[in-house]
């Protein structure tokens, strides 16, 4: 119980201090800061040239194996985004994880997941019914990743197309599509996302998901997830996001974090 108070507050003293670095930030931006995160519809909108982009965040997930129920929390999650051009941009993924059951924690089982680079580009802006499409690519290097979390190949690769229609003034649908490999010597997951989003006033968001995955000869997984975020400004975003498994071994996740993003050249601003 001491650990797991341990994670929580440390977890909490994380986002508060991200958040008040986040406020000191000086960055202004002609459009709203554009996220992956809460939701796993990942966007189909790239980092404006020149921006780095933060988006980081804890996750406490409940999984149900025989004979026992096993909690992972992630402490957190990291992805770094860069705008390498209008249409391009480079992706770093890093996650602090631990597993344990309600009780107690397992030995070794506590350090970084393999470490995932890509890019997300552009294919096309969307015109009337037609989306906005990007294709998004990593490879885990799972060589780069703590002892707990090594195996499988050396590389595991996932990718995903990504679409947005906009369906009216603040209200927009997103979905994905694409394949993931934990081991390329093994069979992909198929997955999934459909994620309509809606404005709440000047400075609220939220949405629904469906979310899931299927792999040959493997129970699917099939998932709900709502979740709402905060805009303390244009480059500064707060969110919080709940799922309920529908089947598959995943229960339930709860989630919370901060994105923010800045120039990295001073004052360049952000082309329309």
Known sequence: MVRLNYMFYMSRAFLASLVFICSCLSCRGQSRIDTDRPDQTESAFTVPKGWMQLESGTVKEKWETSPQKIYSYTLPTLLTKYGISDKWELRLITEYNRWGTAKRWFRDTIGILPVKLGFKVNLYEGKGIIPRVSLIYHTAFNRLASKMA???????????????????????????????????????????????????????????????????????????????????????????????????????????????????????????
Not at 187 to 209: C, H, M, Q, R, S
Not at 246 to 270: A, D, E, H, Q, W
Request: a negative charge.
């Open 150 to 272: 090594r195996g499988g190949s050396f590389l595991a690769p996932e990718f995903r197309f990504t679409f947005q229609n906009d369906l009216g003034e603040g209200v927009a649908l997103g979905y994905n599509l694409g394949m993931e490999w934990e081991d390329t010597r093994e069979k992909p997951a198929f997955i999934y996302t459909f994620a309509p989003g809606f404005d709440l006033g000047e400075n609220w968001y939220g949405y629904v998901e469906l979310f899931g995955s299927l792999t040959k000869n493997e129970p699917q997984q099939h998932a709900f997830d709502a979740g709402i975020a905060w805009y303390a400004n244009d480059n500064l975003k707060l969110d919080a996001s709940a799922a309920i498994g529908i089947t598959g071994l995943m229960k339930y996740y709860i989630g919370m974090g901060c994105s923010l993003r800045f120039s990295v050249k001073k004052n360049k601003p952000i082309s329309d």
